[in-house]
């Protein structure tokens, strides 16, 4: 059984940082891309960045793509995401995924992650 648990989440005002944890356990972590989306209330999940399994390749969402960095640490079975220049329109529950199938395809749809994380709350006030 894979278990995924964020943290790092929290409150903070616009133009700072926060950097989420999410620690793997249950199955090999390395040989498996990982993801980060996001949800905010009344809206639909949505894709924020993903990681090819090596750490070589990654993608972000467009809203994000400058101020954002999504890394692992495969020797500790974690993935992280640093957000740097936060904003009101980040405020949302982020949760971390680990994809379908094992291999170094990026992935941007919720439907190719069957592994997610409780989630943690990050909330950017103006």
């Known amino acids: 059984q894979v278990q995924l648990v964020e943290s790092g989440g929290g409150s903070v005002q616009a133009g700072g940082s926060l950097r989420l944890s999410c620690a793997a356990s249950?199955?090999?972590?390395?040989?498996?891309?990982m993801g980060w989306f996001r949800q905010a209330p009344g809206k639909e999940r949505e894709f924020v960045a993903a990681i090819s399994w090596s750490g070589r390749s990654t993608t972000y969402a467009d809203s994000v793509k400058g101020r954002f960095t999504i890394s692992r640490d495969n020797a500790k079975n974690t993935v992280y995401l640093q957000m740097n220049s936060l904003r009101p329109e980040d405020t949302a529950a982020y949760y971390c995924a680990q994809a379908r199938g094992r291999g170094d395809v990026l992935i941007i749809t919720p439907g190719g992650y069957n592994y997610w994380g409780q989630g943690t709350q990050v909330t950017v006030s103006s």
């Open positions: 249950g199955r090999t972590f390395s040989t498996y891309a």
